[in-house]
């Protein structure tokens, strides 16, 4: 059977680039997937346009297992947990309950906290119960994106 795009939300995600977005919200209020697994948190990279609207720059290798930053409830669970906290982080705490959005003139801080980070993940893989690997990806995707954003002259929002 197929899902018809019933709400302006789902709607709202139907960009080329969102498909994927909107499927998890119709598998989610259909009760298709798992409580803990429930829509996928995602780091993009963005750059600001002339006029100071800011677009989205294309996947890495159209590759969307690239964007992947962790589960919805990675937000609070991991990057925002006592854990991550105790390390010092200032950016990676504001995933949990809200989106975080690294400025352009942000990034050399935001990647220098991912080094210091860096160290712990197999440590925060273990507290979280995600387990090392699935961490270990999820944050070398955020640590790609914003040396990309670095290069581009971007930020990185993860979402």
């Known amino acids: 059977m197929t899902q018809s795009y019933q709400s302006l939300e789902v709607a709202a995600l139907c960009d080329s680039r969102d498909v994927v977005a909107a499927a998890a919200i119709q598998s989610t ?86 080094e210091a980070i860096r160290p712990h993940v197999d440590h925060l893989g273990e507290v979280s119960g995600y387990g090392a690997e699935y961490v270990t990806r999820c944050f070398n995707n955020i640590v790609a994106a914003s040396v990309r954003a670095r290069a581009e002259g971007g930020g990185v929002i993860v979402w």
């Open 29 to 114: 209020r259909h009760g298709l997937a798992p409580e803990n697994q429930r829509m996928s948190l995602n780091v993009d990279t963005y750059v600001y346009e002339a006029n100071g609207e800011w677009t989205l720059l294309e996947d890495p290798d159209d590759d969307y297992s690239k964007t992947m930053a962790g589960f919805e409830r990675s937000r609070s669970k991991l990057w925002g947990s006592e854990a991550v906290r105790a390390l010092g982080a200032r950016f990676f705490p504001q995933l949990d309950g809200g989106n975080l959005r690294v400025e352009p003139g942000e990034i050399d801080d935001f990647l220098a906290e991912c």
